[in-house]
C-alpha cells in the first residue's frame, strides 16, 4: 500500500553532519504522521523524531538541538538533517509512515559514525 525508500546513510566522523531522506509512495490516503525511528545492534528500536500532519515535531532528547525533521508534504517527502554526530548515533534510521489504522516502515539506512 505505501512504500517507503531511505536514504543518505553512510559512514562519518564524529561532528559530521548527514541528511536521510524518505521517499513516500504508493495509496497515501491520509498521512497521519511521519517519523524517523532508529535501532542499534542489540538494542530496542527508538523513536528519534516525529513530523505530524499538523505541523508539529517532537525529538528524542539525545538528539534534541543537533537533528531537524522537515516534511514536504507535496512531494510526500520527509528528511531528518543530523547535525555534531556522534558514535552513539550508529543505527540503522527507519522511517515510518503513520495513518489512521495503518502503518509501515522503510528498510532502513545505515548510518556509521567513527573516527
Known amino acids: 500500500q505505501v512504500q517507503l525508500v531511505e536514504s543518505g546513510g553512510g559512514l562519518v566522523q564524529p561532528g559530521g553532519s548527514l541528511r536521510l531522506s524518505c521517499a513516500a509512495s504508493?495509496?497515501?490516503?491520509?498521512?497521519?504522521?511521519m517519523a524517523w525511528h532508529r535501532q542499534a545492534p542489540g538494542k530496542e528500536r527508538e523513536l528519534v523524531a516525529i513530523?505530524?500532519?499538523?505541523?508539529?515535531?517532537n525529538y528524542a532528547d539525545s538528539v534534541k538541538s543537533r537533528f531537524t525533521i522537515s516534511r514536504d508534504n507535496a512531494k510526500n517527502m520527509v528528511y531528518l538533517q543530523m547535525n555534531s554526530l556522534k558514535p552513539e548515533d550508529t543505527d540503522v534510521y527507519y522511517c515510518?509512515?503513520?495513518?489512521?489504522?495503518?502503518?509501515?516502515w522503510g528498510q532502513g539506512t545505515q548510518v556509521t559514525v567513527s573516527s
Open positions: 513530523f505530524t500532519a499538523g505541523g508539529s515535531t
Open positions: 504508493g495509496s497515501i490516503f491520509s498521512i497521519n504522521a
Open positions: 515510518k509512515f503513520s495513518a489512521t489504522t495503518y502503518s509501515a
